[in-house]
């Protein structure tokens, strides 16, 4: 019992609060020089513009449904009531009056915005968005990722040359390259190409959404390749030869014993 007191004690470091302080003072002074740099630049800083990147009131636009003319605009206390009039006939827009973008008298084409203004339902900013689609993203890239690991973490181990080598060109290849440099050639090069192809059969266009997911399961498979190999042969070989022993065959007993 006094072992693991004594190991305790050597391991305790001296001063343990004092060096705690110094933690907290240098994370504070971070903190501080960050506040006057920010001071000392001649920028405004519009910190109240943030709170909308992440919840705001929707934005309604109201466009001219057909070419026309603004007949009238007549206004009842804080609403505007907007009349057009052209080659579709009438349409009647109600609209806050500081939103109406047009005036009485003026001609708008079809799809011109008549009226912009806040709603009074909130919606999700644009970095909520983006979070939101970056997490699916990276959760469906991880799936494959790892499907492609598990292939290819076998077919680096195999004894045919073809499946060998494919596998370390590739692994080669995927970790050589920065990821930046990928994602532009599957959205630009390999994105362009596949739709053209399916475009001139008339299958469809795949969207862009999941050539970064193709992109980013590919990365994470030559990563996770490498892993794969790596506990496959960690594992003792007589593993495999006590699972060939008892009559399974070699993918059984890799499927079932090694991985």
């Known amino acids: 019992m006094g072992e693991p007191e004594n190991h305790s004690q050597l391991n305790k470091i001296p001063h343990h609060n004092l060096w705690v302080a110094v933690f907290i003072a240098v994370i504070l002074s971070g903190i501080g020089l960050f506040y006057l740099a920010t001071q000392k630049v001649e920028y405004i800083w519009s910190w109240y513009r943030v709170p909308q990147y ?11 449904e057909f070419d026309g003319r603004i007949d009238s605009i007549e206004v009842k206390g804080e609403t ?13 827009i109600t609209a806050p009056k500081n939103g109406v973008t ?8 079809e799809a011109d915005e008549i009226a912009s203004f806040k709603g009074d339902n909130w919606e999700a900013g644009p970095l909520i968005l983006g979070l939101w689609i970056t997490i699916k993203v990276s959760l469906i890239a991880t799936i494959f990722g790892i499907l492609i690991g598990i292939i290819g973490g076998v077919c680096r181990i195999s004894s045919n040359p073809a499946l060998k080598w494919l596998t370390i060109v590739y692994i080669e290849l995927i970790r050589g390259s920065p990821l930046l440099v990928q994602i532009i050639i ?22 862009r959404y999941w050539y970064g997911v193709a992109c980013l399961a590919c990365f994470a498979g030559a990563y996770v390749t490498e892993i794969v ?31």
Do not use: C, P
Not at 54 to 64: C, G, N, P, S, Y
Not at 242 to 250: D, E, I, Q, W
């Open 102 to 109: 047009v005036k009485e008298g003026e001609s708008v084409d």
């Open 229 to 259: 190999r790596a506990g496959i042969q960690s594992i003792h070989r007589g593993q495999i030869e006590a699972a060939r022993s008892v009559g399974m065959t070699y993918l059984q007993s890799m499927w079932h014993i090694i991985l």
């Open 80 to 92: 505007a009531v907007v009349i057009l009039k052209g080659t579709g006939g009438i349409q009647e």
């Open 54 to 64: 992440f919840a705001a009131k929707e934005d309604i636009r109201v466009i001219a």
């Open 186 to 207: 599957w959205y630009y090069v390999l994105g362009t190409v596949i739709n053209g192809l399916l475009a001139a059969y008339d299958i469809g266009r795949l969207d």
